[in-house]
C-alpha cells in the first residue's frame, strides 16, 4: 500500500504550507513532497495538461458511446429496444463505477496513481473493442439503411465485445472523477486570483471536451459508417494512449496533497462506526446486564459518537446534498436519448448534403458540442459579469440557480423534439413510407437541429452548474467522491431511461404496436419524449422548492484552516 507521506496520494487534506507564505500553495507540495511554489507550480500551467487529457478521454468514451446504437442494431443485429436498453445499462455502469474510483483514489491510491491505472485500463479495453470487431463475418456496412443484413455475431464476439466495452466503463470510472478533482487541486482556493481562477477552470473545463468531442463527432461517425467499425474503435485507443504520454509529462508541474496519518474512506469509517454501536447495544440489551455495567455502555455509546464526530458531520454534509441530487435523475434520462433514439430518428431522414455527401446520423451531436463552445465563453465573459453587477456573487449566479435554468432549456428541448418526431411520422404517412423504413424521409435533418441546440444549452448551466455544486459542497478530503455522486445522477439516470424503455416496449407490443418498433415509421418516439417532458415538468417543480431551502456550506478561511 503506498505511504501516507507519498506526494503522488494528491489528496487536501494536509498542511504542506502556511497561509501568511504567499509563495507557498496552502496545504500542496510538488512531485518530490517538497512545499509546492506558487510560481512553478498549479495554475494554468498544469491545468492545461490535465484538460488535455481529459479531452482525449472524452474523444475515446464518446468514440465508443456516440454511435453504438448503430453498431448494436447494425453489425450486432439487435432489435431497437432492446440496443437502447443495453445502451442505457452500459452507460449507467459506466457513470456509477466512478463511485468505487473515487473512494479508492481518496483513501487509498490517490488521485494521480488512479489516473494512471484507469488510463492503462481504457488503452487494453478500446483495444480489445477494436479486436472484437475482427471476429465478425459481416462487412462493416451491413445493417444499415439500403444494404444488406449482417450475419448473425457469434457467441465469441459477443463475448468480446461486452468484456471490452465493460472494461471501458470500468476504466472510465476511475480516470473521470479524479481527473476533474485533479485539475482543481492546481488551484488554491484560499489565495483570492487562484479562486477566481478555480471558478473559471469548470466553465473552460467542460469548453475544452466539448471543443474535442465535436471533432470526435464528425470524424469518428464517418470512419464508423463509411470505413470500419475496426478503425472507427482502434483510433480512440491510440489517443488515450497519447493522452497518458501527455498526463506524465506534466508530473513535475502538479500540486499534490498529502494526508496526515492513515486515511480511510467514509464507507469504511462509516462500517466501522456502525459494528461498535451495535456492539454496545448488545450489550446493554442483554438480561443480565448490570445497572453499572448498562451505564458504562452507554458511556461507551457516547464515546463511539464522539469519537466519529467527524464522520458524523462528513455523513450530513452528503445527505443534505440528496434532495438536490435526486431532483435532477429526470433530467439525466433525457440526457440520455441524444445518443439513442434522436440517432435513430435522424438516420431516417434526409441527410444528403451538397453533392452526394450523407452526415452520419451520430454526427448531429456535434451541434450540442458546437452549441457549447459558442456559449461557453458567452456565458464565463459576458453573462456572468453582466450578473455579477446585479446580484453581488464572483460567480453572477448560484450553482442552483444556474442548474435550475438548464433543467428548463432541457424540459423545452424535449417538448421541440416531440413536435419534430411527430411532424417526421407524417410526412412519413403522406409519402407512403410507413412500411418502408430503409427509404429516407423527405425530411431534412435540420429539423432536428434544435433540439440538439437546446440540450447544448442545458449543458452550459446544469452540466457546469453540477460538477461545480458537487466539487464545492463536499468536504474537501471527499471532492474525488463529490464529482462522483454528480456522474452518479447519469448512471440512475440511465437505469431509469433503459427501464422505462424496457417496460414500456413490453406494455405496448403487447397492445400491438410498440412505441420503439424496429420501423421507426410504425413506431411513437413522440410519444414517449412527451411522457418525459411531463416527467421534466414535475421534476422541475420540486427541485425549485429544494433549491430554495438549500442553504450552502460556509467557507473556511486560510486562516481560520490554519488556527484549527
Given amino acids: 500500500m503506498p505511504s501516507s507521506s507519498d506526494p503522488l496520494l494528491a489528496r487536501a487534506d494536509g498542511m504542506a504550507g502556511e497561509a501568511g507564505d504567499d509563495d507557498v500553495a496552502l496545504a500542496a507540495v510538488d512531485h518530490r513532497g ?313 438516420a431516417t431522414l434526409d441527410r444528403s448534403v451538397g453533392h452526394g455527401l450523407q452526415v452520419p446520423p451520430a454526427a448531429l451531436q456535434t451541434f450540442i458540442s458546437v452549441t457549447i463552445v459558442i456559449l461557453m465563453p458567452l456565458y464565463d465573459r459576458a453573462l456572468v459579469p453582466l450578473a455579477r453587477r446585479y446580484t453581488g456573487l464572483p460567480s453572477g449566479i448560484t450553482m442552483l440557480q444556474r442548474i435550475g435554468v438548464g433543467m428548463v432549456l432541457s424540459l423545452v428541448s424535449m417538448v421541440v423534439a416531440a413536435l419534430v418526431e411527430a411532424r417526421r411520422l407524417r410526412v412519413a404517412a403522406d409519402a407512403g413510407l410507413t412500411d418502408l423504413p430503409n427509404v429516407p424521409v423527405p425530411m431534412s435533418l435540420w429539423w432536428m437541429v434544435p433540439q440538439y441546440v437546446l440540450f447544448g444549452a442545458a449543458d452550459v448551466f446544469t452540466m457546469v452548474g453540477l460538477q461545480e455544486f458537487f466539487y464545492d459542497q463536499v468536504p474537501d478530503k471527499m471532492r474525488s467522491l463529490g464529482l462522483s455522486l454528480y456522474l452518479s445522477i447519469f448512471g440512475i439516470g440511465s437505469f431509469i431511461s433503459s427501464g422505462l424503455v424496457s417496460g414500456i416496449d413490453n406494455a405496448t407490443s403487447a397492445r400491438g404496436h410498440s412505441w420503439f418498433s424496429n420501423n421507426l415509421n410504425r413506431g411513437h418516439l413522440d410519444y414517449f419524449y412527451w411522457l418525459i417532458a411531463g416527467l421534466s415538468a414535475l421534476e422541475l417543480l420540486v427541485y425549485v422548492f429544494f433549491a430554495v431551502i438549500f442553504k450552502y456550506k460556509k467557507k473556511t478561511s486560510a486562516i481560520a484552516t490554519t488556527a484549527d
Avoid at 79 to 92: E, F, R, V
Avoid at 276 to 285: E, G, L, P, V, Y
Avoid at 287 to 298: G, I, K, M, N
Wanted: hydrophobic share 45%.
Fill in 34 to 346: 517538497r512545499p509546492a511554489s506558487r510560481a512553478s507550480t498549479g495554475r494554468w500551467r498544469s491545468a492545461l495538461f490535465i484538460i488535455a487529457v481529459e479531452i482525449a478521454e472524452r474523444f475515446s468514451f464518446y468514440g465508443v458511446s456516440a454511435n453504438l446504437i448503430s453498431y448494436l442494431t447494425g453489425p450486432l443485429g439487435e432489435g431497437l429496444a432492446k440496443a437502447a436498453s443495453a445502451i442505457n445499462l452500459w452507460n449507467g455502469v459506466a457513470q456509477l463505477l466512478p463511485l468505487l474510483g473515487a473512494a479508492l483514489a481518496d483513501s487509498w491510491l490517490g488521485r494521480y496513481r488512479m489516473i494512471l491505472l484507469a488510463s492503462l485500463l481504457y488503452i487494453l479495453g478500446l483495444a480489445m473493442l477494436a479486436f472484437s470487431t475482427l471476429l465478425s463475418s459481416g462487412g462493416h456496412k451491413c445493417g444499415t439503411a439500403g444494404n444488406t443484413p449482417c450475419p448473425p455475431p457469434s457467441g465469441l464476439q459477443m463475448a468480446a465485445f461486452y468484456t471490452s466495452l465493460y472494461m471501458v466503463a470500468l476504466a472510465q470510472g476511475g480516470h473521470k472523477p479524479c481527473v476533474q478533482a485533479f485539475g482543481a487541486d492546481q488551484f488554491d482556493e484560499t489565495h483570492p486570483k487562484e479562486a477566481v481562477s478555480r471558478s473559471s477552470f469548470f466553465n473552460w473545463w467542460y469548453f475544452g471536451i466539448c471543443a474535442g468531442t465535436a471533432v470526435t463527432l464528425v470524424f469518428l461517425s464517418y470512419v464508423q459508417d463509411n470505413i470500419g467499425w475496426g478503425l472507427g474503435f482502434g483510433i480512440p485507443c491510440i489517443v488515450m494512449a497519447f493522452a497518458l504520454a501527455v498526463f506524465l509529462l506534466g508530473t513535475h508541474t502538479y500540486r499534490y496533497y498529502v494526508s496526515v496519518g492513515k486515511q480511510r474512506s467514509l464507507f469504511a469509517r462509516a462500517g466501522e462506526a456502525f459494528a461498535a454501536w451495535r456492539s454496545s447495544r448488545r450489550k446493554s440489551s442483554s438480561p443480565l446486564t448490570a445497572p453499572e455495567s448498562s451505564a458504562r455502555v452507554d458511556e461507551e455509546e457516547q464515546e463511539v459518537v464522539a469519537s466519529n464526530a467527524d464522520l458524523i458531520e462528513e455523513a450530513k454534509s452528503v445527505l443534505l446534498l440528496f434532495p438536490i441530487w435526486a431532483t435532477c435523475l429526470i433530467y439525466a434520462v433525457a440526457f440520455s436519448q441524444s445518443s439513442t433514439f434522436f440517432t435513430k430518428q435522424a
